[in-house]
């Protein structure tokens, strides 16, 4: 009884590490932006602390720190950027799958789709 009880405990540890491995976004994503002018390439470092998330993005435009939550498969980020006009905040809500993701830049006033791969 005792080998049939560790049996099952070391599958459900195996199991359960499996998932969480499986729904971690830390790291490093490199973006792919459908702008209204062309594509435009974006890296974004994340930590993740449960369903907190923070990191920074990089793009053309420059750095800026990101916040927002990952639950289930679902990444919900903003950030702001500094423009001429005063401060930009944009929304990023994303669908996570393995080491892809893919969805939707909120400009405020405008929205781009986009794509990332885990470095």
Do not use: C, H
């Amino acid at each position: 009884m005792l080998r049939v009880f560790s049996a099952i405990l070391a599958l459900a540890l195996t199991l359960s590490a499996s998932a969480y491995a499986q729904t971690s976004i830390a790291g490093a994503w490199e973006l792919t932006i459908n702008g209204p002018e062309g594509p435009i390439t974006a890296t974004a470092t994340l930590k993740q602390d449960g369903e907190n998330v923070t990191g920074s993005i990089e793009t053309p435009q420059g750095v800026a720190e990101m916040k927002g939550t990952f639950k289930v498969k679902t990444l919900n980020m903003g950030f702001s950027i500094q423009t001429p006009q005063g401060p930009l905040d944009i929304k990023v809500n994303g669908e996570v799958d393995g080491a892809s993701m893919k969805g939707v830049i909120d400009f405020g006033m405008g929205m781009a789709d986009f794509t990332a791969k885990k470095k």
